[in-house]
């Protein structure tokens, strides 16, 4: 799994490293070993260096490649891109094509490495406005158009604005471990189906 803080495990009040930490529960008795080299705050530029290191790699980074995987679930947030931030309509559009033109970025870098990229897709948040909401839903049906497979995290726990339904929040921008379990189930399921 490469991502940011959810990806990480931020929220999981049990300290299991959250989704991926359940997904890899859930996959372990089928032969699959699930490595976490996700960082919190992570954006698609910020998280881009990470794929290969250049030159020595520094001991202290969790890189992709040198894990050597079959598989990644690319898994970085909309708000950490900075939509939420974001004021004017210019703006959260240049926010919406960065982040689209990041996530498949790293799906064709994968390709080329020959790792199947699976997209983990934008998930809610405490603080989005009716606007933000838009920018989540409008990211979720264009990614669900591109070749690869999704994860739909929004559609999980969204309460129908954007934000995650009750009991599923941790704090206003990850959820808690009960909403880190559906999202391995989900992830646990698309990857039984993808491998038979």
Not at 2 to 27: H, I, M, P, Q, W
Not at 53 to 77: A, F
Request: charged share 20%; glycine share 12%.
């Amino acid at each position: 799994v490469f991502g940011s803080s959810v990806a990480n495990g931020t929220g999981d009040e049990f300290s299991k490293e959250g989704y991926t930490g359940l997904l890899r529960e859930l996959l372990s008795g089928r032969g699959w070993e699930v490595l976490n080299q996700s960082r919190g705050g992570d954006t698609t530029k910020t998280m881009a260096p990470r794929f290969a290191p250049q030159g020595t790699p520094d001991p202290n980074v969790r890189y992709l490649l040198p894990v050597n995987p079959g598989y990644v679930v690319i898994g970085l947030s909309l708000a950490n891109e900075g939509v939420f931030e974001a004021k004017t309509t210019t703006d959260k559009e240049a926010i919406f094509k960065q982040y689209a033109d990041g996530i498949k970025g790293f799906i064709d870098r994968s390709g080329q490495n020959n790792i199947v990229p699976i997209v983990g897709l934008v998930y809610p948040r405490m603080v989005y406005t009716s606007v933000d909401y838009e920018y989540v839903r409008k990211m979720n049906l264009l990614q669900n158009t591109w070749d690869v497979p999704t994860v739909n995290y929004l559609g999980a726990t969204d309460d129908g604005n954007g934000r995650y339904a009750k009991g599923f929040d941790f704090d206003d921008k990850h959820p808690n471990a009960a909403r880190a379990l559906l999202m391995a189930v989900l992830d646990a399921q698309m990857w039984c189906d993808q491998s038979g």
